[in-house]
């Protein structure tokens, strides 16, 4: 999209980032310790049942921040086309994680954490606000989600 082509609705901007979410297999994950030391990698999820599922070893600071904090925040890579997804945490561990979950991460991925080293845990990330926006001209009506409700 370029500047001068005319701003996207907020209800195609919602279109546009469920088909991404389905579509893209890696987003970034920020998050921050205890201490407010950031902490920014990128992560294979699956969007499943209204939340976006990520996994990692809850032996790095990924994993720890996500368990302690419970909140992060997730984006893509695109800096002219930008989502961001700010959302509570949940962990469970891969004999908790709901079978269809697993299943879906599975089969976006290719790859079943439940079979890996037994550190990995998954994490639901609950979308509580989200802005999407390319360009300036479409900084206006950005907040396509607040306080866990879709504004369009």
Not at 19 to 30: F, M, N, P, Q
Request: aromatic letters at 10%.
């Amino acid at each position: 999209m370029k500047i001068t082509e005319p701003p996207r609705t907020p209800a195609q901007r919602k279109t546009d980032l469920l088909a991404r979410l389905e579509r893209e297999i890696d987003i970034w994950v920020a998050t921050a310790d205890a201490d407010g030391v950031p902490c920014l990698v990128p992560l294979w999820f699956v969007w499943h049942e209204e939340a976006v599922w990520l996994c990692t070893r809850l032996t790095n600071p990924t994993g720890r921040n996500l368990r302690d904090g419970r909140r992060a925040r997730l984006a893509f890579g695109d800096t002219r086309d930008v989502a961001l997804v700010d959302g509570d945490v949940e962990t469970f561990t891969a004999r908790q994680v709901p079978p269809a979950a697993a299943e879906a991460f599975r089969a976006k991925t290719g790859w079943d954490p439940r079979e890996d080293h037994a550190s990995y845990a998954f994490f639901r990330v609950r979308p509580r606000a989200v802005q999407a926006w390319c360009e300036e001209h479409e900084l206006p009506r950005r907040h396509l989600m607040r306080d866990g409700v879709w504004a369009v």
